[in-house]
């Protein structure tokens, strides 16, 4: 569904990413997984096209998207949902989704109530201004107001990122579901547990190179990439998970 190919990307003369090649199958949840400043985000915003792919390629459905604007590459099927989530606070949040659910052909009004049944929370706050929400109710906000869209593949960089335990699991069960209804997912999580509970499949990526790649199977067989290139905190989830 997704490729890249040998893609490199800068942020001015900041060479970030170097050659890096991954691939999304429909139906999967893939998880990009590296430290703080390893290319994740970049990578996220190279195939939306908010950070322009220097070398290499990003086909989509096998068509090239590289080259293309990003309002132009959401309206072919990908959903980003930013780390900052960028919700808008003076709407409600019924009116966030519409927003959404308006601005491409590839959905209709009757998605806004669908986007909201995939966090119940959410809408018993239909009518309530997003500045208002909590860090953890405007993440759902954002997810709702992207699988608004009827998106093929959404990306999600760092969902859970400083949120309470019982936020997380509403997050996790929006992943879960968002897959049950057809929508694959690039997962970018430094909640490593989170992420092996969710993903299908792991590329690891360092200093803007993937150095790895295996199944959920696989990466918590081999500990020692994760330690290596993820830090000896994460190791030790992949022993918690197992317990």
Known sequence: ????????AHYGTAHVLHGVSLRVERGQIVCLVGRNGAGKSTSLKTIIGVVPASAGTVTFRGNRIDALAPHTIASKGIAWVPEDRRVFGSLSVEENIRVAAQATARSGTHRVAEALAFFPDLAERAK???ASL?????QMLAMARALASRPELMLLDEPTEGLAPSMVQAIRTGILQSREQGVS?????????LAL???????VISRGRIVYRGTRAEIVAAPDVIRDHLGLGQAKE???WQE
């Open 1 to 8: 569904m997704l490729v890249l190919d040998d893609v490199h």
């Open 128 to 130: 309530q201004l997003a």
């Open 134 to 138: 909590s860090g953890g109710q405007q």
């Open 185 to 193: 997912i690039l997962l970018v999580e430094q909640n490593f547990r």
């Open 197 to 203: 509970s969710v993903g299908d499949v792991f590329f």
């Open 238 to 240: 992949i022993a918690k």
